[in-house]
C-alpha cells in the first residue's frame, strides 16, 4: 500500500476528528471501514478491544495498528505522523492566540457544541458496532442472532456502570466467558 | 531562566509526556496527569491558565494528548518544549502497538483467539455505552434546548445523509458562533454560555 495514501487517509481523520477520542473512532470507522475499505468490521471491533487494553491515546493507537497492518513500519509511522500534524498546527496556533489574548469568550459554546456532535457521532458508531456484535455476518436475523453477546454485553454494562469496575476487567472477563462457552457448551 | 533550568525544564517535559503516555489509557486521563504535574507539582502554569488551555484542546482537532502536549510544552518552554512534549507522548503509543499488531496477526486466525475477540466486543458496547451516558448527563446539566437541537441534528445528519462529516463539523461551528452572537446581544456583552 502506497505510503502518500495512508499519510493523507490520517491527515484527514487528524483535521476532522474533534471533540475526544470517542468523536475520533467514529471518524476513522467512516474512513477506513467504510470509504478506504482497508478494514472489515470485524477487525475494527477488535482493534477496540485492543484499544482499551493499551495504554497511550487512542487515536494514534488506531492509526499505528492500521499503519502497521497496511504496510509495516513505515506504514505506522506515515498514520501516525498524518493523524498528529494537524493537531501540532492547530494547537501552535491557538496557544499563540491566546497568549496574546488570553480572553476566551467564544469558546464555552463551542467546546459544547463540539461535545454534542461528539455525542452524536459516537452514538451513531455505538449503533453499528452493536449491530455487527449482535448479528455476526451482517444478516440481520433472528437466527444469526447471538444471544450469548446480548447477555454478557447487558451484564458488563451493569458491571461498569454501577460497580465502577475497570472496563479492561470487564472486556478480558467477557473474552474468557465467551471463549469457554462456545468451547465446551455450544459445541 | 538560566541554561541549565531551560535544561531541565525540557527534559522534564519529554520526560513526563513518556510516562503519562505510557501508563495513562485515553486522552482526558492523560491531560488530568499533566494538570497534576504542571499545576501542582512544578507550578510552571496556573490553574486559571490551565483551565483555558484545557478548553483549546477540545476545540483543535486530533488527539487530545497531543493538543495538551503541544500547548503545555509551548507554555512551559517554548517551540522546542513543545516538540519534545509531542516527541515523547507518541513514542510509547507507535512502540507498543507495532509490537501488538505483529502478534495480533499471527494470532488472529486461531480459533480460540478469534472467540476470545468476539466475546471481548461485548465489553466494547457496555464500555462505549457507559461512556455515551456520562457524555449526555454531562449535556443535560447544561439545561440547553440549543444543544438538544444540535445532537439529534448531528445525529440525523450522520444517518441520513452521505454527506462528509466536514459539512457537519461546519455547520455546528457557525451555530456555536451565532449562538455566542446571539447571547452578546442579549446580555449587553456579558459573557455567559449555553
Keep these: 500500500m502506497n505510503l502518500a495514501e495512508i499519510f493523507l487517509v490520517f491527515l484527514k481523520i ?56 497496511m504496510s509495516g513500519f513505515p506504514g505506522a509511522l506515515a498514520a501516525s505522523i498524518g493523524c498528529i500534524v494537524p493537531a501540532c498546527i492547530v494547537s501552535t496556533i491557538l ?17 459544547f457544541s463540539l461535545k454534542a456532535m461528539a455525542l452524536a457521532m459516537i452514538i451513531s458508531t455505538l449503533v453499528n458496532i452493536i449491530f455487527r456484535a449482535l448479528f455476526p455476518g451482517g444478516t440481520i436475523a433472528l437466527s444469526n442472532f447471538d444471544y ?9 454494562f451493569v458491571i461498569i456502570s454501577k460497580i ?24 | 531562566m538560566s541554561r541549565k533550568d531551560k535544561l ?16 495513562a489509557n485515553s486522552g482526558y486521563a492523560i491531560l488530568s496527569v499533566l494538570r497534576t504535574t504542571y499545576t501542582k507539582k512544578h507550578e510552571w502554569i496556573t490553574e486559571e491558565e490551565m483551565t483555558d488551555i484545557i478548553a483549546l484542546c477540545q476545540v483543535s482537532p486530533g488527539p487530545i494528548a497531543i493538543n495538551a502536549s503541544v500547548m503545555l510544552g509551548y507554555q512551559c518552554a517554548g517551540g522546542l518544549g513543545s516538540f519534545l512534549s509531542v516527541l515523547g507522548c507518541v513514542i510509547p503509543p507507535i512502540m507498543i502497538m507495532v509490537l501488538v499488531t505483529i502478534f495480533y496477526n499471527v494470532i488472529v486466525e486461531n480459533k480460540i483467539v478469534a472467540l476470545f475477540m468476539r466475546g471481548m466486543q461485548a465489553g466494547v458496547i457496555a464500555m462505549l455505552l457507559d461512556v455515551v451516558i456520562s457524555l449526555f448527563v454531562n449535556i443535560k446539566n447544561r439545561k440547553s434546548i440549543y ?6 441534528g448531528s445525529f440525523l445528519f450522520l444517518r441520513l445523509t452521505d454527506l462528509s462529516v466536514f459539512i457537519l463539523l461546519v455547520i455546528v461551528l457557525a451555530a456555536a458562533l451565532v449562538k455566542t452572537f446571539i447571547m452578546r446581544k442579549k446580555t449587553g456583552g456579558n459573557h455567559e454560555s449555553c
Design chain 2, 147 to 152: 444543544l438538544y437541537v444540535i445532537l439529534i
Design chain 1, 14 to 69: 487528524g483535521c476532522l476528528a474533534i471533540g475526544g477520542a470517542y468523536a475520533s473512532i467514529s471518524i476513522i470507522e467512516n474512513e477506513v471501514v467504510h470509504v478506504s475499505k482497508w478494514m472489515s468490521y470485524e477487525d475494527f471491533g477488535n482493534l477496540l478491544a485492543i484499544d482499551e487494553l493499551t495504554p497511550g491515546p487512542i487515536m494514534i493507537n488506531c492509526a499505528t495498528f492500521i499503519g502497521m497492518t
Design chain 1, 95 to 111: 496557544i499563540l492566540i491566546y497568549r496574546k489574548y488570553r480572553k476566551l469568550t467564544v469558546l464555552d459554546n463551542i467546546v
Design chain 1, 148 to 156: 450469548l453477546i446480548a447477555i454478557l454485553a447487558v451484564a458488563s
Design chain 1, 164 to 187: 465502577k469496575v475497570n472496563p479492561v476487567f470487564v472486556m478480558l472477563g467477557c473474552g474468557t466467558i465467551y471463549t469457554l462457552f462456545h468451547l465446551f457448551i455450544l459445541k
Design chain 2, 8 to 23: 531541565k525544564r525540557l527534559w522534564t517535559l519529554f520526560f513526563t509526556s513518556f510516562i503519562t503516555s505510557l501508563t
